[in-house]
């Protein structure tokens, strides 16, 4: 869900939305009912993306940030 927060929502209500709604929950849901994997495998596969995803924001931390200045004026034109 976009928001959070319990702003205008209650808690049971968000509750209610994450599990009918929730789009990675339905694609779970599905491959399980369809025999294409068991919530063991799911759940490892989301194990292991989740520690790509980490060491890669790891990476992109430590790694120095782009610079703009020799693509700054690249493709600019003045009619």
């Given amino acids: 869900m976009s928001d959070p927060g319990t702003t205008y929502r209650n808690r049971e209500e968000i509750a209610m ?3 009918t709604r929730d789009p990675l929950e339905f694609v779970k849901r599905t491959l399980i ?3 294409f994997a ?8 989301e194990k292991r ?3 790509d995803v980490a060491a890669q924001v790891k ?3 430590a790694s120095p940030k782009p ?6 004026f690249e493709y600019v034109y003045s009619t």
Wanted: charged share 40%; hydrophobic share 30%; glycine share 4%.
């Fill in 49 to 51: 993306i989740r520690k």
């Fill in 17 to 19: 939305t994450r599990s």
């Fill in 33 to 35: 009912d369809a025999g």
């Fill in 67 to 72: 610079t703009v200045e020799p693509h700054l």
């Fill in 38 to 45: 068991d919530a063991e495998q799911l759940k490892e596969t």
């Fill in 59 to 61: 990476l992109a931390k």
